[in-house]
């Protein structure tokens, strides 16, 4: 029953069958029904088909609500990162502000200092590495 459908579905999709097997095939009533069956339901959807393909045709109306959006997306997300950056920024790492009445710049407070190495590695010229300059 299998393989009879398998050979009337392909002769509907237009594929090579083999002649003596799509006969046997149609012998059969059931193979019969089936076919006409694959036939109706390719009609519907034949009918169906050409109403639901639209041609979208992009207007010059349509282009400039395209790069609005484009334009909107981009600019959500410089205002996204800039105040995702405010927000997450140490406070030590904040821009001197002047300040318009006593005219002072207050600086940010200074890092600490390095700490003392636990081990010095010295390299000699010739000896530890070879300097090629320009290849």
């Known amino acids: ?20 097997a ?3 095939a149609l012998a059969e009533e059931a193979g019969r029904d089936y076919l ?9 959807v034949h009918v169906a ?3 639901m393909d639209v041609e979208v045709i992009a207007t010059p109306r349509r282009r400039a609500h395209a ?11 410089v205002v996204g ?10 406070a030590g790492a904040r821009v001197p502000v002047v300040t318009a ?7 940010p407070p200074r890092p600490a200092a390095a700490p003392e190495p636990t081990r ?12 090629n300059i320009g290849g």
């Open 67 to 77: 790069w609005i959006g484009i334009a909107a997306a981009i600019v959500a997300s």
């Open 49 to 51: 088909g050409p109403e």
């Open 81 to 90: 990162g800039y105040a995702a950056g405010r927000v997450t920024a140490p």
């Open 120 to 131: 010095v590695i010295r390299l000699e010229p010739g000896i530890d590495w070879k300097e």
């Open 101 to 107: 009445v006593a005219e002072t710049v207050t600086q």
């Open 1 to 20: 029953m299998a393989e009879t459908h398998d050979v009337i579905a392909a002769f509907a999709d237009g594929e090579r069958v083999s002649p003596d």
């Open 22 to 24: 799509l006969k046997r």
């Open 36 to 44: 006409i069956d694959l036939l109706v339901l390719r009609g519907i």
